[in-house]
């Protein structure tokens, strides 16, 4: 099964992370890490409209019929994909830079 796949590769890094690798007390004090953990979850939030309104042109898709898109929600999903690909871009700059060391307190 994939989820116990991924808890096992879940559990081993846990494992390992408290006895061979950086503490989470390392990740902790950098401000990078807090600025990468933010975006994350406002990708994650700001995802939640667009999913919900694929998920229903699913319905129409389906039927072969295209779906009714109004204007509004044209332009607010387009606005809030462009914003999630630049929390992206800020997760991997966030993520680069920590890995050459930046960010310490």
Do not use: H
């Amino acid at each position: 099964d994939l989820l116990n796949q991924c808890i096992a590769c879940g559990g081993d890094r846990i494992f390992k992370g408290l006895y061979f690798e950086k503490g989470s007390a390392y990740y902790f004090s950098n401000w990078l890490f807090w600025v990468k953990i933010g975006s994350f979850i406002a990708v994650g939030l700001l995802s939640i409209y667009p999913t919900i309104k694929f998920m229903k042109w699913g319905k129409e898709l389906k039927e072969n019929k295209p779906p009714q898109v109004s204007l509004r929600d044209y332009t607010t999903i387009s606005l809030l994909l462009k914003i999630e690909l630049i929390g992206i871009i800020i997760m991997l700059i966030s993520a680069s830079f920590m890995a050459k060391g930046y960010g310490f307190l």
